[in-house]
Every structure is written in structure tokens, then in C-alpha cells.
T-cell receptor
């Protein structure tokens, strides 16, 4: 079945930098989710999208259905953005496959 | 407004022991899920439920059983724990977006 590939696996940035995390998948999906996993382990849902672009504060998520690709952007990054960012694709209501995550470290 | 609560947070089991992980949600969500997270791998679905009294197998169901006797609770059971079940377990519930519990770190020795 589908594989979800994220890049990069690890990313270190300086505070204030613009961050981009990429996610690619291989077959058609019903929706794509971006999740954030804090150093303590908790997972928070950031976005769910099936087309276009969504923005919440400094976070922007885009998806290109034709190219089977999504990006998560963080503008003006801050050390508190340090976390693992996970891309997950949903085939239907209950079959969701997760990427291995991108570990982001933002240095002050 | 607790969201999704998982108990326990940590547990160490000996091989062959049994245990039950409890997931409780107070959002009246129909859908509930159990995932495991292993190093270097994405979350993998163990079992899920689309409503009270229903359960279904996910991607990696072997060695686990589940029950959803009440809408707000989703229990994950390990009848005879094995070292391969050492993992971090996450419960989630869903209406539109997902709400995750804080995880249970299980070690089987």
C-alpha cells in the first residue's frame, strides 16, 4: 500500500528562519494531516487538508493533489517550534498511514 | 475539558503477563483508535472502533484485543505480552480532526 515519505528526517534552523517540511505519497487519498509531536510525547493535530492551502498563525500547509505532495511551512521560526512534525495520509475514514516524522530543532 | 486520557502513562511487564490500557474521551466522538509508535517508524494502527460495541482490526492487530463497551472508553488488551510489544501506545478519537492521548510507554522484559 501507500508509503508516506517525509523530508528531511532532521532539520536544524536558527531562530527566525523560514522552515519547509515536505511530504510525498504514492496513491490517491481522501485527506492529509499534519501533526506535531512535542518533546514530551504528546501529539497535536495541526492541519487537515484535502486541497489547496491552510494557514494558522505562523504555520502554513499546502497540498498538490496532482503531484501527491504536501508541504508544511513555518515562518519566523522560534525555539518553541522544536518538535517532531508528522505527515499522515487518509485513504478513508479509518485507514491512515503515517510518515516517520521530521525532527525540527530551532536554535536561539 | 480533558480530551483524550490514557492510563497508565508508563508500565513495565514481564514476558507472558497481561495488561489493559484504558483510553477515555469526553468529546462524544464516535471513532476511536489505538496506535503504536516505534523508533524510526510512523504510527501504526492496531485496532479501531467506529462506535459503541464495534471494533475492527488495523494494520498490526496480532497480539492485541480491544473492547468498546461504552462510547467514551476504548480498551486495549495484551493477553500475553512479548518483548516485540515494547512500544509507545497512543489512543486517538476523531470527529473531523484527530485528538490524541498523551501516550503509554510500555516495556516488556
Amino acid at each position: 500500500k501507500n508509503e508516506v515519505e517525509q523530508s528531511p528526517q532532521n532539520l536544524t534552523a536558527q531562530e527566525g528562519e523560514f522552515i519547509t517540511i515536505n511530504c510525498s505519497y504514492s496513491v490517491g487519498i481522501s485527506a492529509l494531516h499534519w501533526l506535531q509531536q512535542h518533546p514530551g510525547g504528546g501529539i497535536v493535530s495541526l492541519f487537515m487538508l484535502s486541497s489547496g492551502k491552510k494557514k494558522h498563525g505562523r504555520l502554513i500547509a499546502t497540498i498538490n493533489i496532482q503531484e501527491k505532495h504536501s508541504s508544511l511551512h513555518i515562518t519566523a521560526s522560534h525555539p518553541r517550534d522544536s518538535a517532531v512534525y508528522i505527515c499522515a495520509v487518509a485513504y478513508n475514514n479509518n485507514d491512515m498511514r503515517f510518515g516517520a516524522g521530521t525532527r525540527l530543532t530551532v536554535k536561539p | 475539558n480533558a480530551g483524550v486520557t490514557q492510563t497508565p502513562k508508563f508500565r513495565v511487564l514481564k514476558t507472558g503477563q497481561s495488561m489493559t490500557l484504558l483510553c477515555a474521551q469526553d468529546m462524544n466522538h464516535e471513532y476511536m483508535y489505538w496506535y503504536r509508535q516505534d523508533p524510526g517508524m510512523g504510527l501504526r494502527l492496531i485496532h479501531y472502533s467506529v462506535g459503541e460495541g464495534t471494533t475492527a482490526k488495523g494494520e498490526v492487530p496480532d497480539g492485541y484485543n480491544v473492547s468498546r463497551l461504552k462510547k467514551q472508553n476504548f480498551l486495549l488488551g495484551l493477553e500475553s505480552a512479548a518483548p516485540s510489544q515494547t512500544s509507545v501506545y497512543f489512543c486517538a478519537s476523531r470527529r473531523w480532526g484527530y485528538t490524541f492521548g498523551s501516550g503509554t510507554r510500555l516495556t516488556v522484559v
